[in-house]
C-alpha cells in the first residue's frame, strides 16, 4: 500500500533525477496521517486522494476505510454511499455489547456511553449519572444481558425469555386469557414496557403452566428501550404504594418532631405537666396512615426487589431529567438497532452526516461508532495487518485538551493503541495546535499544506519545526511532510511539489 505525496523539492541546479515522497503501509511506523492546513489548503483533495490510492493499489486486501463526511466534500468513486438523518429507518446503536471476556460486556458499554454523552453534551451531574446507570443495568438485564460473559454474545436466530431482571416469569397469555389467569393467580401483573404478562417465580406452577415462558427474538437494548423502562419506573414512583408509604413515614416524623419539641419547651419554661391533645391526636393519625401505608406496600412485595428499586430511582426530579436527555438523545434520530445499508463487497464505507444539524449531534455519533469499531477489533485480537482506515475531517472535534484533568477521547486512544490492533486513523484540521500532545507524537505521518500565519509559533513549537518551514508553502503548489519509518532514528521534514 503506497500513497504519493509528490516530488522532492530540489534546487533550480540540481540535475539529480527526481525523488517522490512516498508513504508505505509496511515501512511507516503506523498507519496514523494528520493533513494540517487551512480553509481552501487542499485537505479534502489530499484525504480523496490517499483514499483513491489504496483503492487501486488494493495492497491490503479485507482493510476496509471508513470515511465520516461532515460536509459532504469527501465523495469517493467506489464507495458505499449512506445518508443519515431523522428520517432514515437506520442508523446506530451505541448500546451494542462487545462480546469479547475481558473487554466487552454492559459493565464497559455503559461506562462508555456515559463517558462520550459527558464529552459531547452538557456534563451529567452526579446523581443524574448514577441514575442513568441503575437504569442501563437494569434494561440489560432485561434484554437478558447479565455479568456472565457467557451472555453477551448474540448467537443467529436466538430467542431469549422475557426477563426484567427480578424474580418474575414473563407468560405467553393472550389478551382474552387474561381473566383466566388472574382467576389462578392474583399477583398476575401486566407489564407495559415488556408488552407481556407475568407472575412470579415461586406461583409458575399448577394451571398457570398452560402458558408457557414467553420467548422473543433475542437483540440488543436501544435508546428506545432505555426511554421506555425509565417512563415506567417514574410512572411507578408516582403512583406505587411503596412512594405512598415513605411520604406518610416523613408525616409520621414531622407530627413526632413537632409533639417532642412542644414537650421540650413546656418543660424548659415551667414544671407543668404537658398536655396537648391535638398534637398527641395528630400523631397518632399519621402512625396509623404510615402504618396502613406500608403494611399494603408489604402485602404487594412479589418479586423481591421492590425496595432496590425504590433506593435506586429515589428522586423524580432526576429521573426526569434523565428522561428528556435521553428524549434528546431520540431526537437526534441516528440511534436506531436497524444496521445502515452499506454494500458489504464496497471497501470504502462513507458516512454521509451532511443532514445532522448541529456540531454536537455529529461529533456523538461518530466517537460512538469508532470506540465500536475500536472494541471490535480489541476482541479480534493483535496483528500486523491493517483491519481498518478511519477517515475523520474537523478532526479538532473529536479529541481531548491538553488539560491533565481531561479524559483521554476515542481518537486518542486509537492513535495510542489502535495501531496494534490493524487500526489506521487519517485525521485534517487546519492547525496542528487542535490536538494533544500525545495525539501529535503518536502520528506517524503529518501533512501541512498552510497553515494560518497566527498559528506558525505554535504550530513550530509543537511540530519541532522552523517557521522558515511555514514559509516556505505556497498553498495547493508544495507542502511539508514527516514521514515516520521503522528504523529511523531521526525523521526529517520533506518539502514536496505537488
Known amino acids: ?33 494528520a493533513v494540517l492546513g487551512m480553509s481552501g489548503a487542499g485537505k479534502s483533495f489530499q484525504l480523496r486522494s490517499a483514499i483513491s490510492q489504496v483503492l487501486e493499489s ?21 464507495a458505499s454511499d449512506v445518508m443519515f438523518s431523522m428520517q432514515t429507518s437506520y442508523g446506530l446503536n451505541p448500546l451494542k455489547i462487545s462480546a469479547d471476556p475481558h473487554f466487552g460486556g454492559p459493565r464497559r458499554t455503559i461506562q462508555n456511553f456515559i463517558s462520550t454523552m459527558n464529552r459531547c453534551l452538557r456534563v451529567l451531574g452526579v446523581k443524574q449519572e448514577s441514575c442513568l446507570r441503575h437504569l442501563l443495568f437494569d434494561v440489560y438485564a432485561r434484554h437478558g444481558f447479565t455479568e456472565d460473559p457467557r451472555t453477551w454474545r448474540i448467537e443467529p436466530n436466538a430467542k431469549r425469555l422475557v426477563n426484567n431482571g427480578s424474580n418474575r416469569i414473563y407468560i405467553d397469555c393472550p389478551s382474552s386469557d387474561k381473566d383466566a389467569l388472574r382467576s389462578l393467580c392474583a399477583n398476575a401483573r401486566y407489564d407495559t414496557t415488556a408488552y407481556s404478562w407475568w407472575v412470579p417465580s415461586a406461583e409458575y406452577q399448577g394451571a398457570v403452566t398452560r402458558w408457557p415462558p414467553k420467548l422473543i427474538d433475542r437483540t440488543y437494548p436501544t435508546i428506545s428501550d432505555v426511554l421506555t423502562y425509565a417512563k415506567y419506573v417514574l410512572h411507578q414512583a408516582f403512583t406505587g404504594a411503596d412512594a405512598e408509604a415513605i411520604s406518610y413515614l416523613e408525616v409520621a416524623n414531622k407530627a413526632a418532631k413537632a409533639l417532642r419539641a412542644k414537650k421540650l419547651a413546656v418543660l424548659k419554661s415551667s414544671k407543668a405537666e404537658f398536655v396537648d391533645e391535638g398534637l398527641h391526636e395528630s400523631l397518632d393519625k399519621a402512625r396509623k396512615k404510615s402504618i396502613d401505608a406500608y403494611t399494603d406496600y408489604v402485602k404487594r412485595i412479589v418479586t423481591g426487589a421492590e425496595l432496590n428499586d425504590l433506593l435506586k430511582y429515589n428522586s423524580n426530579d ?125 502520528v506517524g505521518t503529518k501533512v501541512i499544506l498552510g497553515i494560518d500565519e497566527s498559528f506558525w509559533k505554535s504550530s513550530a513549537s509543537k511540530l519541532n519545526l522552523d517557521v522558515k518551514g511555514f514559509e516556505w508553502i505556497r498553498m495547493q503548489k508544495n507542502m511539508i511532510v514527516q514521514i515516520k519509518c521503522k528504523g529511523d532514528s531521526k525523521s526529517n521534514w520533506v518539502c514536496t511539489n505537488l
Not at 503506497?2 to 517522490?20: H, M, R, Y
Not at 491490503?60 to 470515511?67: A, H, K
Open 58 to 78: 488494493n495492497a491490503v486486501p479485507g482493510c476496509r476505510i471508513f470515511v465520516y463526511d461532515v460536509h459532504g466534500d469527501l465523495t469517493i468513486d467506489g
Open 318 to 442: 432526576v429521573l426526569v431529567s434523565v428522561i428528556e436527555r435521553l428524549e434528546s438523545l431520540i431526537a437526534i434520530g441516528v440511534f436506531k438497532d436497524k444496521a445502515p445499508p452499506f454494500d458489504p463487497t464496497k471497501s470504502v464505507w462513507r458516512f454521509d452526516l451532511r443532514a445532522l444539524s448541529l456540531k454536537e449531534e455529529k461529533k456523538l455519533f461518530v466517537m460512538f461508532h469508532i470506540l465500536q469499531i475500536f472494541q471490535h477489533c480489541v476482541s479480534l485480537g493483535e496483528t500486523n495487518e491493517l483491519r481498518y482506515i478511519l477517515v475523520l475531517d474537523e478532526g479538532h472535534m473529536y479529541t481531548s485538551s491538553n488539560s491533565k484533568g481531561d479524559e483521554a477521547s476515542p481518537i486518542d486512544i486509537l492513535a495510542n493503541e489502535g495501531r496494534k490492533f490493524g487500526l489506521g486513523l487519517w485525521v485534517a484540521s487546519q492547525s496542528p495546535t487542535h490536538f494533544n500532545d500525545d495525539f501529535m507524537t503518536s
Open 1 to 33: 500500500m503506497q500513497i504519493k505525496f509528490g516530488v522532492k523539492a530540489k534546487k533550480s541546479d540540481d540535475l539529480t533525477p527526481q525523488e517522490n515522497v512516498v508513504w508505505e503501509y509496511r515501512k511507516a511506523v503506523n498507519a496514523h496521517m
